[in-house]
Nanobody
């Protein structure tokens, strides 16, 4: 059974930083590309970043490029998201996700961690 457990969220002022972590179990983590997705209040899920199995290829949505950095440690079955220069519009529940064929809301994902950017 796929399990994804996120941590590291919290309340931060605009311009601040947070580092999210996600520990995976129930599947061979090193064999799968992984993503971070988020859901802002009153909005649908949106894709934030994707990293392939060996970290050689990484994608970001345009609004987080240059501020967010995704990484993974296959030996620890852990996915990370370093978030810098946070903005109020980054406020959302952040989910670690294992992409599968189909729409984003069908992807395997954890329970999420809340990130709130506010002064």
């Amino acid at each position: 059974q796929v399990q994804l457990v996120e941590s590291g969220g919290g309340l931060v002022q605009p311009g601040g930083s947070l580092r999210l972590s996600c520990v995976a179990s129930g599947f061979t983590f090193s064999h799968h590309p992984m993503s971070w997705i988020r859901q802002a209040p009153g909005k649908g899920l949106e894709w934030v970043s994707r990293i392939n199995t060996n970290s050689a290829t990484i994608w970001y949505r345009e609004s987080v490029k240059g501020r967010f950095t995704v990484s993974r440690d296959n030996a620890k079955n852990t996915l990370y998201l370093e978030m810098n220069r946070l903005k109020p519009e980054d406020t959302a529940i952040y989910y670690c996700a294992r992409p599968i064929e189909g729409p984003i809301d069908s992807w395997d994902r954890g329970q999420g961690t809340q990130v709130t950017v506010s002064s």
